[in-house]
């Protein structure tokens, strides 16, 4: 059973149910109304600006009737209708304190116990079948990465994975890269040497937050890629020693590129990013591209460099890395702005022809939840 009242000076109002007491500020309930007036019923975006709502706007009366709540607004004269189930799920009244390098739900970090339990999905399923594409996506969002098999062996075959669920994002090496041994190359990627676990292009801003990369020969001896959780060797780390933790999040980094002609990329972003309230956003780690840090007082640059380098050794812990072999017509997904991906080094026998490319976080993301949302409103019907 749930109740209503509203605060003799109209600013809030509570909701009451068994176990759970929810308050509403007015000026929140009336900038998220959702009558035609204030959104578009097409494509749900806002109509009117915080200008547009009285500064002095309060709550006259509110009423329960079935799953809907009834407002109504002075000075404007308006009655509003809400859900009750979308304002249960927004609710921002008695959100908990959380400790710094907090995760979003829907979110698992791990370890290298989760070898036996890689996020696969077959191509052709993906392709078809949009149950097995939403249920890999899930996935891929939940662990930050996932594989994908059975592909086509050809060129360009890559922007095949990324069409899926997002869009290429061209960088200076185009709109892909070839990874295999190169004659003086610009970049140790394509050598054959074994990369440390690593974030791709830190030195972006914004950095790429998807990297796909898809096996076209691999006969070579070695060559296997590896994936560890950054945000479980940011909580080990925090775990481990706050100060740590706090140190590479508190200050930033500094990452620089100038490979290539033309070409000088560098950017300022912490190693552990959060957001205000704690959320652990972003992890990079890139010691090839890590410049001169500046941004860290005299006092406390001992302890960054100590945080840094215990930094890499949980990173490098084997008990952190999940490995895997890509054979032709394979490929795996990665979650930029959080896992770190390696390899180990290959012999100069044989072949080893990856090709990647870069896309965004944001379409992964958008079209998951544009299928949950589907499937939500067909189940609704």
């Known amino acids: 059973m749930t109740s209503v009242t509203v605060d003799p000076s109209g600013k809030f109002l509570t909701l009451t149910t068994t176990g759970s007491v929810r308050r509403y500020h ?22 009117i600006a915080l200008r547009d709502i009285p500064d002095n706007i309060r709550i006259s009366g509110a009423n329960l009737s079935g799953t809907a709540l009834q407002v109504s607004f002075l000075p404007e004269g308006k009655t509003l209708v809400y859900d009750l189930e979308w304002l249960a799920v927004n609710t921002y ?65 890559l922007f095949k994975i990324v069409d899926l669920f997002g869009y290429v994002r061209e960088t200076n090496y185009g709109r892909h890269f070839d990874v295999r041994t190169e004659v003086n190359p610009t970049n140790l990627a ?67 590129f100038a490979g290539e002609k033309g070409v000088c990329l560098t950017s300022r ?43 890499g050794e949980i990173i490098d812990d084997e008990t952190m890395e999940v490995t895997f072999r890509l054979n032709p017509g394979e490929a795996f997904v990665v979650d930029n702005t ?15 022809w990856l090709q990647g490319c870069y896309a965004d976080i944001d379409g992964l993301r958008s079209t998951y939840d544009a299928m949950c949302r589907e499937q939500k409103q067909k189940a609704a019907e």
């Open 26 to 47: 007015a000026i929140w309930l009336r900038d998220n109304a959702r009558d035609p007036e204030t959104r578009d019923p097409g494509n749900g975006q806002r109509l």
């Open 190 to 256: 394509f050598t054959g040497l074994g990369l440390q676990a690593h974030t791709d292009n830190p030195y972006r801003d914004p950095a790429p937050t998807v990297q796909v990369l898809y096996c076209l020969e691999s006969s070579a001896a070695g060559g296997e890629n590896m994936v560890v959780d950054g945000f479980a060797a940011a909580r080990r780390l925090r775990d481990e020693n706050e100060a740590y933790f706090n140190v590479l999040a508190d200050y930033c980094a500094r990452f620089e």
């Open 93 to 157: 009244d008695g959100t908990p304190s959380r400790q710094r390098g907090w995760t979003a739900p829907g979110i698992e970090i791990w370890d290298a116990r989760l070898m036996g339990e890689i996020p696969v999905g077959d191509f052709s399923a993906l392709s078809q079948d949009s149950g097995a594409l939403q249920g890999w996506l899930e996935r891929v969002n939940r662990y930050g990465f996932g594989k994908v098999l059975n592909g086509p062996v050809a060129p360009g075959a």
């Open 338 to 352: 959080r896992v770190l991906h390696a390899r180990k080094g290959y012999s100069g026998q044989g072949t080893r």
């Open 269 to 311: 972003r912490p190693i552990i990013e959060l957001a205000p309230d704690g959320e652990l956003i972003a992890a990079r780690f890139n010691n090839r591209s890590m410049a001169a840090v500046t941004d860290v007082p005299f006092d406390q640059m001992a302890t960054y460099y100590d945080a840094y380098r215990r930094f």
